[in-house]
């Protein structure tokens, strides 16, 4: 009952990146995905998952979940002003926590990661048609000459 509450309150967290600036929601869903991913995994590790990054290895200590995270930042950072690379990291990140904390509150795996694939991709979807939005073509803005 504890990891089903404590994803709730994560995930909720999670959600209040739609409030960010539109310039920066993606940098800032990508940051709070990375996160959001490290509390989740941690969050499922004490639910009794097992982690499957074989870098980490299957129980990894909270240390090295925060260098995870840290190197995770670091690479947000190093794109923050790419808006498809931030599309992707917050499209990644933001997946991988939601099916860590499907899998925290009992879900099996393979629905774990089918949920998470469905918000990456809503995730992407959304920011690449507020892109297409805010991003008006030179010759709307023109008036007509001539007329």
Known sequence: ?????TSIIVAALC???????????????A????????????????AG??????????????A??????GAKLLLIEAYKDDPAATRTLSSLFNGLTVSNLMVAAGA?????????????VGLW???????????LPKTATQPIQGK
């Open 125 to 135: 979807a959304d920011s690449t048609d507020r892109a297409k939005s805010t991003t």
């Open 15 to 29: 959600t209040g990146c739609a409030t960010a600036p539109a310039d920066q929601t993606d940098l800032t869903r």
């Open 108 to 120: 099996a795996t393979g629905f774990g990661v089918i949920a998470g694939t469905m918000v990456g």
């Open 1 to 5: 009952m504890k990891a089903i509450l």
């Open 64 to 69: 090295a979940l925060v260098a995870v995270t």
């Open 31 to 46: 940051r709070v995905g990375a996160v959001g991913d490290a509390v989740s995994t941690q969050i499922a590790l004490s």
């Open 49 to 62: 998952a097992v982690e499957s990054n074989p870098l980490l290895g299957s129980h990894p200590s909270p």
